[in-house]
């Protein structure tokens, strides 16, 4: 069984930056490809980024390209999301998951964090 635990949402403006952490527990979590996943409301579920169990070939949404970094810290069992020059358009909830393979999420999600974009 894996679990996944977001933190680091908040509200912030237009901008500005915010670090969400998706902290990883269960013996398959290591091997797993996270991706990181956003939704407003009316929306489907988007992959805004992906990277693979070694914390190598980040993916991003091309909405986010340059803006998001996505990383991996395999000590801590932990995956970050670096959201810099943050819009109103990135106001939503921000869910990870895993294991994630190219844009289809797996069978593990977190319980999601809230991003506010003020301007």
């Known amino acids: 069984q894996v679990q996944l635990v977001e933190s680091g949402g908040g509200l912030v403006q237009a901008g500005g930056s915010l670090r969400l952490s998706c902290a990883g527990s269960g013996r398959a979590f290591k091997n797993y490809a996270v991706g990181w996943f956003r939704q407003t409301p009316g929306k489907e579920r988007e992959l805004v980024a992906r990277i693979n169990w070694l914390g190598k070939m980040p993916y991003y949404a091309d909405s986010v390209k340059g803006r998001f970094t996505i990383s991996r810290d395999t000590t801590k069992n932990t995956v970050y999301l670096q959201i810099d020059s943050l819009r109103r358009e990135d106001t939503a909830i921000y869910y990870c998951?895993?294991?994630?393979?190219?844009?289809?999420?797996?069978?593990?999600w977190g319980q999601g964090t809230q991003v506010t974009v003020s301007s």
């Open positions: 998951n895993a294991p994630t393979v190219n844009e289809t999420p797996g069978d593990y």
